[in-house]
């Protein structure tokens, strides 16, 4: 679970404040106009950021001094998840180790979590000599062998294709219920959220305006932001 405690963060003029809970093995979309604070939320939960004031929690432990590699949560962003002289097999091991040193179980982890995402055969290839979805891949794998139980996503797809993006909600969505992982996924897209995610919150002008069940997230007549940033009358 993943509960935030009046969480402020300030950019500029820009004052954001969450307080939200997120239940252990919930997958909730976050939707939003741009420079809302989508990517804060996700940032302030990942530890790249520290709030002004108040907790975050993670499975009630309170992780709101901790850096970002003592938490328990993996990031997978739009782009930028890859480096780009290492190839598909060392990027998913750097999940494990930063130094690449690997034991044999690990090894074996890292083939099987590259199995998994179908990227077996592209092990050896730099992220260059592969299509976008495939280094998406790569990120979805490294999450794979890191196994934390919160994983957090920001437009993770969003450069992607309809039939590759859902290919990659379903491998992300079929990760998270094997392993009850807590997820939050920005993205623009209303189908994605309709399809991956039981919850979806509304994320305006630094304040989460909605978190509901995403049907009816998307049919309130309560939210006029909303409606403005769906573009539905
Ligand atoms: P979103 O992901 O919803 O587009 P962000 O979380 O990226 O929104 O940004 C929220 C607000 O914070 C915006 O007003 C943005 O301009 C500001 N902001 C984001 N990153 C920085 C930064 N590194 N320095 C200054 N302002 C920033
Ligand atoms: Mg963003």
Redesign the pocket.
């Known amino acids: 679970m993943i509960r935030l405690e009046h969480v402020a963060f300030r950019?500029?003029a820009?004052e954001?404040v969450f307080d939200a809970v997120f239940p252990r093995g919930s997958f909730t979309a976050v939707i939003?106009?741009?420079?809302?604070?989508?990517?804060?939320?996700l940032n302030l939960i990942a530890g790249f950021e520290t709030p002004d004031q108040g907790l975050v929690l993670i499975d009630a432990a309170d992780v709101t001094a901790l850096p970002p590699d003592q938490r328990p949560v993996s990031m997978i962003f739009q782009d930028n998840n890859v480096f780009a002289h290492l190839n598909l097999w060392q990027n998913v091991a750097l999940g494990i180790s930063p130094s690449l040193k690997l034991d044999p179980d690990q090894t074996a982890k890292v083939d099987q979590a590259l199995g998994q995402v179908g990227l077996s055969a592209l092990a050896q290839r730099k992220p260059g000599d592969v299509s976008g979805g495939e280094r998406q891949r790569v990120a979805i794998a490294r999450a794979l062998v890191r196994d934390k139980p919160v994983l957090l996503l920001d437009e993770p797809f969003a450069a992607l294709g309809p039939a590759l993006r859902r290919d990659m909600l379903s491998l992300v969505l079929a990760m998270q219920r094997a392993r009850e992982l807590t997820v939050i996924m920005?993205t623009h897209q209303p189908e994605d959220a309709e399809f991956a995610a039981s919850h979806t919150a509304y994320?305006e002008a630094?304040h989460i305006l909605a978190l509901r069940p995403t049907a009816e997230l998307f049919a309130a007549d309560d939210l006029p932001g909303l409606k403005e940033y769906l573009g539905t009358p």
């Not at 939003?32 to 939320?41: A, E, I, M, V």
């Open positions: 950019y500029e820009m954001m939003g106009p741009s420079g809302g604070g989508k990517s804060t939320l920005v994320l630094g």
